[in-house]
């Protein structure tokens, strides 16, 4: 089960949405975030770092589903589905492009919500061909190898950990945690915590 994934809802019905929370959580999947429209989607993709998103195709009287779904392939290596109301033919063929994991006709039953995840999540697995994730790899990719230290900092990092969980892990303060961050950021020629795990899950998928 993926219940240590991070879970995204994008659903622009408040009451849908904590449906959908409440469902994923009473079987103890990890919800990271709701939002009801196209910014926060963008803002929350950034900044809690989803293992998978539950995408509704439209929001308000809008299809920014779709460019959610675009924003994602563009910018992160991570697996989608799509909540829709509408499963008729020429819906699906103009969301086909967008390459989701697979589609949940509301209204859901919670037992296809919930298969739809788990396919969804081992098919993307099989799609990226994961490779061993250690210094070995990282310092392969990079001209300044990171230091021990570093890796276990980034390592934190990319299995989630806010900078006040990877303080305390290693005894340090925050504004170490900030340093090495930084420090990480220059050697992976990244700029930011997203975009630093992007980068790995690439040279993972390689």
């Not at 993709?45 to 779904?69: H, K, T």
């Not at 934190?156 to 900030?178: L, P, Q, R, W």
């Not at 340093?179 to 700029?191: M, Q, S, V």
């Amino acid at each position: 089960m993926a219940k240590n994934k991070k879970i995204l809802i994008v659903e622009d019905e408040p009451l849908i949405a904590e449906d959908i929370k409440e469902c994923l959580q009473s079987i103890n999947y990890n919800v990271c975030g709701i939002c009801h429209n196209k910014e926060q989607a963008f803002e929350a993709l950034e900044e809690c770092n989803p293992d998978f998103v539950i995408l509704d195709i439209n929001l308000g009287n809008n299809q920014d589903g779709i460019v959610i779904a675009e924003h994602i392939n563009d910018k992160y290596d991570i697996p989608f589905i799509y909540l829709t109301s509408y499963s008729t033919k020429s819906v699906l063929e103009q969301v086909r492009g967008t390459h989701p994991m697979g589609y949940v006709v509301k209204p859901f039953v919670e037992a296809d919500l919930f298969s739809s995840i788990e396919i969804a999540l081992f098919n993307h697995t099989k799609l990226v061909r994961p490779s061993v994730f250690g210094i070995e790899l990282i310092n392969a990719n990079i001209v300044d190898a990171l230091t021990n230290k570093e890796f276990e900092i980034l390592d934190d990092m990319y299995n989630g950990k806010s900078n006040t969980e990877i303080a305390e892990n290693h005894f340090i303060s925050i504004n170490t945690v900030k340093t090495h961050a930084k420090k990480i950021y220059e050697k992976l020629d990244t700029h930011s915590r997203a975009e630093t795990i992007v980068r790995i899950r690439e040279w993972l998928s390689q």
